[in-house]
């Protein structure tokens, strides 16, 4: 496999026979994997690749058998957001990847609100001068992302090899996404799929929902795979129904909000979910200290109780198969351990 050059460095390939009349940019991004086809557009009309010492600016251009074409890689352009020296808890490491727990309150990129304080500011500085870069640009590459109060395992790259090769690896749905969810309400079944597609909002453009007429707007398929782990405490003294719930669920599909707007839409919100949640804390029956420390607790939340529990891939160079999994963080921990006590104090069983 030809290797990608780095910055300021130089490529020299003799096109064979079986390279005659095709594309420019085609056929350097079949001789070098690492690099995209879009990439190698962008360097043939950037000046960058030589044919015989002449420059040739046009990706169309037909391949010439013999001819001897120079890859010159521009310096890297210098990333927009700055280097931040902000603590992180990395999983894995190597020269192509990252696997972080990232922090809830944590934004993934710049953004209004968080331009400052995010996950791409403290990998750049982490990285330093050790990073590749991505399409040109001396950036970690975001694959998936979480919400800024979202706790959890993520993969990063740092090549553009495993960069291309990890958004593959996504829009196959070849991955493993457990998330741990405290809910308000319980659903039933206790365990099933939630196949509903989801679209930005008409009432609320910074919010998503499940659309009324799924053929109207850009609906896309969501698929969400859930289970009940615990219930916790009466949702009311007839029913007999849980007042809460921890639930994992798995992804199939990765859109924005996806599990908060699903579990909202069945009746079950994120207990702290500022968006998604209608009212703070749960709905419940009982009384006691216990029953009181629940109820407070669930209503300090200040965030959607969500966290991304595990991810496994596989890795995007060698194909070695890679599993993390994180425990939740302590607020939620916190919750939870308050729930369980509150179980046990009025003799409720897990399911």
């Known amino acids: 496999m030809t290797q990608m050059p780095g910055p300021e460095e130089t490529l020299a390939l003799t096109a064979p026979d079986t390279a005659a009349g095709a594309r420019l940019d085609k056929w350097l991004s079949e001789a070098i994997p690492a690099l995209s086809r879009s990439r190698a557009r962008a360097l043939v009309e950037a000046g960058s690749i030589l044919v015989d010492g002449e420059a040739e600016t046009?990706?169309?251009a037909k391949v010439?058998?013999?001819a001897v074409y120079r890859v010159e890689m521009p310096p890297l352009e210098p990333a927009a957001p700055e280097p931040e020296a902000i603590p992180l808890d990395i999983l894995f490491e190597d020269q192509h990847l990252l696997v972080v727990n990232k922090a809830a309150g944590m934004a993934v990129h710049p953004a209004p609100g968080s331009w400052t304080g995010t996950l791409v500011n403290a990998l750049l500085a982490h990285c330093g001068?050790?990073?590749p870069g991505i399409g040109g640009v001396q950036r970690p590459g975001i694959v998936h992302r979480l919400d800024k109060d979202t706790s959890g395992v993520?993969?990063?790259?740092?090549?553009?090899?495993a960069h291309l090769k990890l958004v593959e690896t996504?829009?196959?749905h070849d991955i493993d996404r457990a998330y741990l969810a405290l809910t308000r309400g319980v659903p039933r079944p206790l365990a099933g799929t939630i196949d509903l597609p989801i679209a930005r909002s008409v009432g609320d453009r910074k919010k998503m929902a499940?659309?009324?007429?799924p053929e109207a707007g850009r609906a896309r398929q969501a698929v969400t795979h859930y289970r009940v782990v615990e219930t916790y405490g009466l949702l009311d003294k007839g029913a007999g129904l849980p007042a809460a719930a921890l639930i994992e669920c798995r992804l199939e599909t990765g859109r924005t909000h996806q599990i908060r707007v699903h579990l909202s839409h069945i009746g079950c919100p994120l207990i702290g979910d500022p968006v998604y949640a209608r009212h703070r804390g749960i709905k419940a029956h009982g009384s006691g200290p216990a029953f009181e420390a629940a109820t407070q607790a669930a209503r300090a939340m200040t965030r959607q109780a969500l966290h991304a529990a595990r991810l496994g891939f596989a890795h995007p160079v060698s194909g070695e198969a890679l599993s993390y999994e994180t425990p939740p963080p302590a607020d939620f921990a916190a919750l939870r351990d308050t729930l369980k006590r509150w179980n046990a104090a009025s003799d409720q069983q897990k399911l």
């Open 154 to 161: 993520m993969v990063v790259a740092k090549s553009e090899v």
């Open 129 to 131: 001068d050790t990073l």
């Open 210 to 213: 499940v659309p009324r007429n």
């Open 64 to 66: 010439r058998t013999g």
């Open 58 to 60: 046009d990706p169309r």
């Open 170 to 172: 996504f829009q196959a």
